[in-house]
């Protein structure tokens, strides 16, 4: 697993002592002078400088940002379930809520475009919020507002405090904001920012440290939790690597390994591109029999002439209890419980093998074609828990799947 979270330490906006009025006062005069072109009466912090130079270089309104839309609530909801943060939502809420309990001040994850996906406060404070367009579902990229908390952390990739006129956005020159990028531990990616917004007077040198001591917390658990993930993946899979009876390897959707059997230990494999069920190379192993399991795959190494295996799903509907879809690959079996709209869903692809549009999919569930982004929402939480076993435009099952509808047995 990654272990690329080493992090500059981060430079609070103000020093112990300083008195936040009379800063504002100053970065103010600093601010007009850059943009009027004067002589500057002293010189922006270097992270602030170097974001001033890219928004003014991307030609963002200083007096009004740029104009964008907010995602609807359903694009909000598939980002949530999409952006990895979900896991960690409680802890950073209830780790900064002693910055939040107050009323002052707004707490904000946003994902790794820098839309808002959370939000929490007091109702002061998020009507403050809403006049600025600081809403669930709005962007706030440096390139659509300027020098901010969250945009500038998800550029620099480090904590970042945005004091007073440190904003490029006039109208956000009296709030004060600190965001810390969240990484996945997996890949080193930044995956989103935790945010803490309010007041510019209430500004604390110390928030920054919180912050930045709350995103790395949400690492560490986004770490345990894949590596949980891993451990319930190999209980899966040793079995089915003891019969294989040839050298086969399980690995999770990044190409962690959980289990490995006649093959050198490694740490993980490079999965290919669009990588799905059926006949792949991957890396250094060569040509594979790739299988879906439980949060991963199964890698079986095969000779280039072998033919590759057929996944057998049977989806069981019943009157009496939950409806199971039962999954066969050569031996790896394994059973989920799914939603009932999940199962109409499962339905509808097994009656349609040539697949069927995000906008089909909404007229065959909802009657009306135009509820697209709710069925993608539903089709990403799907394709989390079934793996390769489905693939998209359009939806329909993979090429290497035989499906079967049954009755529950009576």
């Not at 200083?62 to 907010?70: C, K």
Request: proline residues 8%; hydrophobic residues 40%.
């Amino acid at each position: 697993m990654s272990n690329a979270t080493t992090r500059p330490v981060p430079e609070p906006a103000i020093s112990s002592g300083d008195d936040p009025r009379e800063f504002a006062a100053v970065l103010r005069a600093v601010y007009d002078a850059a943009r009027s072109g004067d002589r500057l009466p002293a010189r922006p912090r270097s992270v602030i400088g170097q974001s001033w130079d890219r928004v003014t270089t991307a030609g963002v309104d200083p007096d009004r940002g740029a104009g964008h839309d907010p995602l609807d609530p359903g694009e909000v909801e598939c980002r949530r379930a999409e952006s990895g943060l979900a896991d960690v939502l409680e802890s950073v809420t209830g780790n900064l809520d002693v910055l939040i309990s107050g009323g002052e001040n707004l707490l904000v994850v946003a994902d790794a475009s820098g839309h808002v996906l959370w939000r929490s406060g007091g109702p002061q404070v998020l009507r403050r919020a809403d006049r600025l367009g600081f809403t669930e579902g709005a962007s706030w990229s440096e390139r659509n507002v300027g020098t901010n908390a969250i945009g500038t952390a998800l550029v620099s990739r480090q904590a970042v405090q945005v004091f007073s006129a440190e904003h490029f956005v006039r109208t956000h020159h009296t709030w004060t904001c600190t965001g810390a990028p969240i990484r996945d531990p997996r890949t080193g990616d930044v995956i989103g920012v935790v945010d803490v917004s309010g007041p510019a007077p209430s500004i604390h040198p110390a928030t920054l440290a919180l912050v930045d001591s709350v995103a790395r917390l949400a690492q560490a658990q986004l770490r345990d939790a894949h590596r949980t993930r891993l451990d319930l993946l190999r209980s899966v899979a040793a079995p089915i690597l003891a019969r294989a009876g040839a050298p086969a390897l399980a690995v999770d959707p990044h190409g962690w390994v959980a289990a490995v059997d006649r093959l050198p230990p490694r740490t993980r494999v490079w999965l290919p591109r669009d990588f799905s069920a059926g006949r792949a190379h991957v890396g250094d192993l060569g040509p594979c029999d790739v299988e879906p399991l439980p949060g991963g795959w199964l890698l079986r190494v095969t000779d280039p002439d072998e033919t590759a295996t057929t996944t057998h799903v049977v989806l069981v509907e019943s009157t009496d209890g939950p409806a199971t879809v039962h999954v066969d690959s050569s031996g790896a079996a394994w059973v989920l419980h799914p939603s009932p709209r999940h199962l109409q869903i499962l339905r509808l692809l097994a009656a349609h093998p040539d697949g069927l549009s995000a906008a089909e999919l909404s007229a065959h569930l909802f009657g009306t074609a135009d509820r697209t982004v709710t069925v993608r929402a539903e089709m990403s939480r799907l394709r989390r828990k079934l793996g390769g076993l489905l693939v998209a435009s359009p939806y329909r099952f993979a090429d290497i799947v035989s499906v079967e509808v049954s009755p529950a047995p009576t």
